[in-house]
């Protein structure tokens, strides 16, 4: 049976955000054996869900594995999952939804290797005992998002000195009180990690933007920025887990 994977992600105009799921999906299409690996957006810009699900179709798809793209459970993705779900049965195609990325140890990996990156490329000498730790996250009105961000940043705290979260929106504390949590502590090196899948605006100008606004106030640590996640090995992965949860249960006839 021919089988397509769709992933549905929250949508951005930054041309980055294609590029970065462009990646993810050819990966995906060769590793995982799929006959069509595509992606969608929830809403912003086209392709919407019903194009996406309909891209399939015209590949001539027996069914589709539905990957919704979104580090936290919320408000989001359950409106992509039910959009998603209205369409295909509508169409009568035969769809499997995955988990989304939450929850995986592989994004625990993740954050480590963006940390290590960055201390690559700034010649750094430090412990990670040495070094204080501020991951941004976007932030959800759903408490299931929060609970979640939570099991990522729990697993990173025996490893560096300090680690403590904040939000870009909507909850607190916020990245100001973020910052003043961090700047209270001996003096050192803070490294800020945005936890946003994308190269989207967030990441580009806001969450810059509010940092630049904030550290004007304190001097006395050094405060670098690390990479997004991104796409790359890890995401794939974790993409392919998901999908072989669900395909492994689930006789399609």
């Keep these: 049976m021919r089988k397509a994977m769709l992933v549905i992600d929250r949508g951005s105009r930054e041309p980055e955000v294609r590029d970065e799921l462009k990646v993810i999906c050819d990966v995906v299409k060769a590793k995982g054996g799929y006959d069509l690996s595509t992606y969608c957006f929830l809403e912003v810009i086209p392709p919407y869900i019903e194009e996406g699900i309909h891209h399939c179709l015209t590949n001539n798809i027996d069914y589709i594995v539905v990957m919704p793209y979104f580090l936290y459970p919320g408000m989001k993705l359950k409106e992509s999952v039910?959009?998603?779900?209205?369409?295909c049965h509508n169409i009568k195609i035969k769809v499997l939804f995955t988990k989304p990325l939450s929850y995986h140890a592989i994004l625990q990996r993740l954050v480590f290797k963006r940390i290590n990156q960055l201390k690559s490329k700034m010649n750094f000498e430090l412990h990670n005992k040495d070094c204080d730790v501020l991951v941004i996250g976007h932030g959800s009105s759903d408490k299931a998002a929060r609970t979640a961000f939570e099991f990522t940043i729990n697993g990173l705290i025996p490893y560096y000195k300090s680690v403590n979260y904040c939000f870009l929106e909507l909850e607190k504390p916020d990245i100001a009180e973020g910052i003043k949590k961090v700047?209270?502590?001996?003096?050192?090196?803070?490294?800020?990690?945005?936890?946003?899948?994308?190269?989207?605006?967030h990441v580009k100008r806001d969450i810059n933007s509010e940092l630049q606004l904030v550290l004007a106030k304190y001097s006395h640590k050094e405060v670098f920025l690390t990479k997004h996640l991104g796409a790359g090995d890890e995401l794939v992965e974790v993409v392919l887990d998901r999908a072989k949860e669900v395909e492994s249960r689930i006789v399609i006839s």
Excluded: D, S, W
């Excluded at 050192?188 to 190269?199: A, C, D, N, S, T």
């Design 82 to 87: 039910k959009q998603c779900a209205k369409i």
């Design 183 to 201: 700047m209270n502590v001996k003096p050192g090196h803070l490294i800020v990690v945005p936890y946003f899948l994308h190269e989207g605006a």
